[in-house]
């Protein structure tokens, strides 16, 4: 998982091949259609195995950046009104 390329930076057309570890299972996918997902889901027969291929923020942490930007925002009209 952390060695695989960017799938962010390959061709919209090119296709990506997905070989899930569990199953074996080759899905072949569209770079367009895995650039829009954080994850994928292994299509094999009864495999649940699921490639996080996007980056997730953590919702904590986006919410912890939200709340600095809004207060940095608040204090900064404080000080000029």
Not at 3 to 11: K, M
Not at 50 to 62: L, S
């Amino acid at each position: 998982m952390g060695d695989s390329p960017a799938i962010g930076r390959a061709d919209a057309t090119a296709r990506i091949l997905l070989i899930c570890p569990d199953c074996g299972h080759e899905n072949a996918e569209y770079a367009q259609l895995l650039q829009s997902k954080a994850i994928f889901y292994c299509a094999g027969d009864g495999c649940d195995y699921i490639f996080e291929i996007g980056r997730r923020e953590d919702f904590g942490m986006g919410f912890a950046e939200l709340c600095r930007r809004f207060y940095a925002a608040l204090h900064l009209v404080g000080r000029t009104g």
